[in-house]
Every structure is written in C-alpha cells, then in structure tokens.
C-alpha cells in the first residue's frame, strides 16, 4: 500500500508561481513512475506532467515550458514548479503513484485568480 500526500496549493494571482510536493510512503519510492493530474469542475481529470524512475519527463501541451517536474528519492517527494499560472490551471491537483498497480492522493486546491 502506498500513501501519497499532496501539499501546496492554494489562491495565487495570474502570472504567479506555487510548487506543489507530494509525499510517497514506500521503501521503493525510486521505482514509481509518479504523475501529476489535475480536474476542473465539470471538466475530466488530465495528465499534466508524469517523470518516471528514470527521470525522463513528460508534459501536457498546455503546460509546457511553464511547469516543471522533479523528484528527491531521497526525500520520496516529487515536485511541480507552476509559473506564469493562468485561470485555465484552476483546478484539484493530484498525484498518481505507478509500480504494477496505480495509487492516488487526495489532491490539493490551485485557484489562479486576481
């Protein structure tokens, strides 16, 4: 069983940045495949940026080269640099933990408003 728990979201203006971190339990943290997700009201929940255990990355169209994903093996964190935010990225952010099966989070809140 892997726990994921997700923190820093929160309200940010347009053109702001946040960092989001998820935290894994798990001795094998360094072998998940771990993704970012997000879902807007009435909307479907998308990827937005996955990084495997190897460190290759992927992003979403719509967030690339203002989003960045990392991990800290060491920390069994992985990390979402958001900047140049838009009203578009308003939305619950999850974090998907995959290794033979898929775990998810709870999520955390980002609203970009002014």
């Known amino acids: 069983q892997v726990q994921l728990v997700e923190s820093g979201g929160g309200l940010v203006q347009p053109g702001g940045s946040l960092r989001l971190s998820c935290t894994a339990s798990?001795?094998?943290?360094?072998?998940?495949?771990m993704g970012w997700y997000r879902q807007a009201p009435g909307k479907q929940r998308e990827e937005v940026a996955t990084i495997t255990s190897g460190g290759s990355t992927n992003y979403a169209d719509s967030v690339k080269g203002r989003f960045t994903i990392s991990r800290d093996n060491a920390k069994n964190t992985v990390y979402l640099q958001m900047n140049s935010l838009k009203p578009a990225d308003t939305a619950h952010y999850y974090c998907?933990?995959?290794?033979?099966?898929?775990?998810w989070g709870q999520g955390t809140q980002v609203t970009v408003s002014s």
């Open positions: 998907k933990a995959d290794f033979r099966r898929s775990w």
């Open positions: 798990g001795a094998i943290f360094r072998m998940y495949t």
